[in-house]
T-cell receptor
Framework: GENVEQHPSTLSVQEGDSAVIKCTYS??????FPWYKQELGKRPQLIID?????GEKKDQRIAVTLNKTAKHFSLHITETQPEDSAVYFC???????????FGQGTILTVHP | DSGVTQTPKHLITATGQRVTLRCSPR?????VYWYQQSLDQGLQFLIQ???????AKGNILERFSAQQFPDLHSELNLSSLELGDSALYFC???????????FGEGSRLTVL
């Protein structure tokens, strides 16, 4: 089955800095790559996603880049704010219907 | 509010017992997914249904079973519970098999 590796497992930055989280996947047929944010005790919420026919997508301070050849994609958060502190999960949809395979998560802490 | 409803929100039970978790998907969504999130763990895929039919299965234990009913709500049954089954169980739904996943608030199961 699909294997998704996410790094780093923890990331600590100062407010205003940028944060980058990277994921690699194993199935070259994968076609959908979302990122979810989960605050403590809450449900995961989609923050941005990208499909395999696009190399980059941006939404205000958040961007995702995809390198299909290398089978990796990254989440970039610029001008981080304390409210960005949460666990971020990458996910991959391969060829097995709609299920998403998630990475292990990155705990992002933004210090004021 | 994602529109996905899960009950109960919290459940405390003893080893060896059986529980049923319920999920009502967003109106019109045909796909339902179940994920398990243990402490310090990512989101582990359990099972997916689409319009009443099982579509994909993850590493779901034989003690666990699920179904999706004609009205599209789903139930996850966990039996012969063990301490290690303590976790947050999320249900998610999507309008079709390739759409965005919308997560419910989760059911927190504690096995004592």
């Amino acid at each position: 089955g699909e294997n998704v590796e996410q790094h780093p497992s923890t990331l600590s930055v100062q407010e205003g800095d940028s944060a980058v989280i990277k994921c690699t996947y194993s199935d070259s047929a994968s076609n959908y790559f979302p990122w979810y944010k989960q605050e403590l005790g809450k449900r995961p919420q989609l923050i941005i996603d990208i499909r395999s026919n696009v190399g980059e997508k941006k939404d205000q301070r958040i961007a995702v880049t995809l390198n299909k050849t290398a089978k990796h994609f990254s989440l970039h958060i610029t001008e981080t704010q304390p409210e960005d502190s949460a666990v971020y999960f990458c996910a991959v949809r391969g060829t097995s219907y709609g299920k998403l395979t998630f990475g292990q998560g990155t705990i992002l802490t933004v210090h004021p | 509010d994602s529109g996905v409803t899960q009950t109960p929100k919290h459940l405390i039970t003893a080893t060896g017992q059986r529980v049923t978790l319920r999920c009502s998907p967003r109106s019109g969504d045909l796909s339902v997914y179940w994920y398990q999130q243990s402490l310090d763990q990512g989101l582990q895929f359990l099972i997916q249904y689409y319009n009443g039919e099982e579509r994909a299965k993850g590493n779901i234990l034989e003690r666990f079973s699920a179904q999706q009913f004609p009205d599209l709500h789903s139930e996850l049954n966990l039996s012969s519970l063990e301490l290690g089954d303590s976790a947050l169980y999320f249900c998610a739904s999507s309008p079709r098999e390739a759409g965005e996943l919308f997560f419910g608030e989760g059911s927190r199961l504690t096995v004592l």
